[in-house]
């Protein structure tokens, strides 16, 4: 019995990770796949906007 009690913590984990991982690929992409594109987009010009730009040394 001690075989039991000492498999269960694995197993019990591992069918939570393997619902995790259903749950984020099941979520990705779909109808607000374009809206977390655009947000990604916005983010990163405004921290392109944000850096200062070096100059050209001539």
């Given amino acids: 019995m001690d075989y039991v009690s000492a498999l269960l913590p694995p197993a019990v984990m591992a069918v939570f990770f393997i619902g995790v991982i259903?749950?984020?690929?099941?979520?990705?992409?779909?109808?607000?796949?374009?809206?977390?594109?655009?947000?990604?987009d916005a983010a990163l010009a405004r921290a392109e906007g944000a850096r200062p730009s070096a100059r050209p040394e001539a």
């Fill in 22 to 40: 259903r749950v984020i690929v099941k979520t990705q992409g779909g109808a607000n796949k374009a809206k977390e594109d655009a947000a990604v």
